[in-house]
């Protein structure tokens, strides 16, 4: 039998891998339209900052690896135009070449929402999505030395795109044409990102559309995502609200034997009990392994997401998961939120100040989200509300939390504890 993978790097990878292991008789090809096949996507705006010197370091695997090692045969500039599911076959544009299969996982990613502006295609203006886009990105920087870049966006990469440009030197502006950053209708969270980029000297310009690129010299569009999804769509593949790929907890989608994975498809939110649509490198990897394992025959099930992120804006932590009080407030609940500052460990052990939000519904006493943002130790306790949003505990339960206590690592009073006694005392 036959597995087929349209597309490599997380989903289509861990997708091919895990039915390797299940199955080791299995015949298993994976088709990548790109050149590189495995790459650390997240590392791209440290590259294009200079952390990370050399692009070769985000590079993970190679085709050779997956067929030596794993016995996986990786094609590469294999583009995939059309899938046939009643004659279990897909053509490439190579010669209009076609390829067979038995089962097939569809992980054709997403590729970057482009702006409507004067001058959008002009040879200044880059994304930030690929391997070969921050190759390209650098050797510009590198040329022609520009020295006024403008981000269109204030999501993840704009926010950390603007962050390696001015480390770059560049007088940096980022626009985004709504009210607040991130996408999380969160206006503290959005002061605090305003006065850390003014901080560096970065103007943050919200409500502002895009018209033209004058008084620059570079433009990043950063202005998020949009699935891969027309080959899947016009062979029978439905989608979902969001655009994306509509898959079951066993990322099959509606047609028998084939599995959508990755930032093509949605994910159940656990919070809202409703699909959604937020790309993440970890969601696409999990997803992958489950959609791997069910085309190899076994029959596991993705639990969902809560929507948990975070970043780096010149060595502030910013991190969330679930839901701001905005949005669930569209979801129809009825929140209400507490936000406290706290050290993040003992003073003495040079302790930071950072700030935790913490969000539940009054009528439920549910913990709905959370956002946490300062200098020092914000990874460790996003988790904390991670794993509490994905167990569905209330604020009780959150308040109550046995968590680990000793001055060089957190205060006797953990701040997500704080933050959810504060909650308590309100729902």
């Known amino acids: 039998m036959r597995l087929l993978v349209i597309g490599g790097v997380a989903a289509g990878l861990s997708a ?4 390797r292991r299940i199955d080791p008789s299995l015949e298993i090809v994976v088709l990548e339209k790109g050149a590189d096949i495995s790459y650390g996507a997240c590392g791209l705006p440290y590259y294009l900052e200079g952390r990370v ?49 038995d089962k097939l996982v569809i992980a054709t990613g997403a590729r ?22 921050a190759e390209r990105l650098k050797t510009y920087l590198r040329d022609k030395q520009p020295k006024h870049a403008l981000v269109i966006g204030a999501g993840y990469i704009g926010l950390e795109t603007a962050d390696a440009l001015r480390r770059n030197g ?47 010299d570079l433009a990043i569009m950063a202005t998020g995502l949009r699935p891969n999804v027309e080959i899947a769509a016009e062979a029978g593949v439905q989608l979902g609200p969001a655009g994306a790929i509509r898959v079951d907890e066993h990322m099959e989608t509606n047609l028998p034997g084939v599995y959508a994975a990755g930032d093509c ?37 993705f639990g969902g997401i809560v929507g948990t992120a ?10 969330f998961s679930g839901l701001s009080a905005g949005q669930a407030r569209r979801e129809g609940f009825s929140p209400v939120s507490a936000r406290i500052t706290a050290n993040s460990r003992a003073g003495y052990f040079d302790g930071r100040p950072m ?32 794993t509490a949003l994905y167990n569905r505990m209330r604020v009780e339960d959150l308040e109550q939390l046995d968590l680990a206590y000793a001055p060089p690592f957190a205060t006797v009073w953990d701040p997500v504890v704080i933050a959810a006694q504060q909650l308590s005392k309100m729902v």
């Open 265 to 301: 498809a949605e994910a159940p939110h656990l919070v809202t009990g409703r699909p959604a649509y937020i790309p993440l490198g970890t969601t696409a990897n999990k997803m992958g392994r489950v959609a791997g394992a069910n085309a190899a025959g076994r029959r596991e099930r």
């Open 355 to 386: 700030t935790v939000e913490l969000v539940a519904d009054s009528a439920t006493r549910r913990l709905l989200g959370g956002s946490i943002w300062g200098e020092d130790g914000v990874e460790g306790r996003i988790n904390v509300i991670a």
């Open 310 to 319: 975070i970043l780096n804006v010149f060595g502030m932590g910013v991190a």
């Open 112 to 133: 970057p929402r482009t702006a409507d502006f004067e001058g959008a295609a002009s040879p200044q203006v880059f994304t930030l999505h690929t391997l070969e886009d």
């Open 16 to 19: 091919a891998s895990r039915a």
């Open 53 to 101: 010197r050399d692009a070769g370091q985000l590079k993970v695997y190679t085709p050779e690896y997956f067929r030596t090692e794993r016995n996986i045969a990786v094609r590469t500039g294999a583009r995939v135009v059309s899938i046939s599911h009643a004659r279990r076959e897909v053509v490439l544009d190579r010669a209009a070449e076609r390829v067979h299969y």
């Open 170 to 216: 560049l007088a940096v502006t980022v626009v985004e044409q709504s009210p607040d950053v991130l996408g999380r209708g969160d206006a503290e969270l959005t002061k605090a990102v305003r006065e850390r980029l003014e901080r560096f000297r970065v103007v943050l310009q919200l409500n502002t559309r895009v018209s033209d690129l004058q008084g620059y």
